[in-house]
T-cell receptor, first 112, second 115 residues
């Protein structure tokens, strides 16, 4: 049973526009949420995270928003660049351990 | 630091053969995770170790899968006998501390093809 879901397998965005990637989760006990970026033939790399006590975390062009009541988080990339083209995984973990639950990923294509 | 190292990068084998995947953690990290990536299920956690001790192996699909951590820096994932449905990319990842705010560092993965 998928505790973390990414319902959009792919997304295409024009360069310079905003990319919004979405993620839903089912377990209200999750305390941390993370986004990973994955290029072909490489392992996922950590991008940005947010604690459940916050509703927004920003790092340069990347902002993660958390809506706990809706059990929903999103990653905004502004402005999008061709180098952002990759698969993005969201992940969630609980406070007591370091086990992570990953979504199935969203493949982002930024069109020059 | 070279990061998490996995070997081999690619493995092609025939059904019924034994497969061993290897992983070297980042120095100083104390948690080790094995994942399998498939299109349908994304990144599935197979097993994770904390301080060389297996903590949760509920994701290991069958008894054909086994994982060991003989020392603090090295782990193996073995599939015996392998089957075509085991074909996937297998990642290991390591992290420094328990608690969810520390990201995991992934290796480049091993692409396994079982014919």
């Amino acid at each position: 049973d998928q505790q973390v879901k990414q319902n959009s397998p792919s997304l295409s965005v024009q360069e310079g526009r905003i990319s919004i990637l979405n993620c839903d989760y089912t377990n209200s006990m999750f305390d941390y949420f993370l986004w990973y970026k994955k290029y072909p033939a490489e392992g996922p790399t950590f991008l940005i995270s947010i604690s459940s006590i916050k509703d927004k975390n920003e790092d340069g062009r990347f902002t993660v928003f958390l809506n706990k009541s809706a059990k929903h988080l999103s990653l905004h990339i502004v402005p999008s660049q061709p180098g952002d083209s990759a698969v993005y995984f969201c992940a969630a973990s609980g406070l007591t351990g370091n086990q992570f639950y990953f979504g199935t990923g969203t493949s982002l294509t930024v069109i020059p | 630091d070279a990061g998490v190292i996995q070997s081999p990068r690619h493995e092609v084998t025939e059904m019924g053969q034994e497969v061993t995947l290897r992983c070297k953690l980042i120095s100083g990290h104390n948690s080790l995770f094995w994942y399998r990536q498939t299109m349908m299920r994304g990144l599935e956690l197979l097993i994770y170790f904390n301080n060389n001790v297996p903590i949760d192996d509920s994701g290991m699909p069958e008894d054909r899968f086994s994982a060991k951590m003989p020392n603090a820096s090295f782990s193996t994932l073995k599939i015996q006998p392998s089957e075509p449905r085991d074909s996937a990319v297998y990642f290991c990842a390591s992290s420094l501390a328990s608690g969810g705010n520390f990201g995991q560092f992934f290796g480049p993965g091993t692409r396994l093809t079982v014919l």
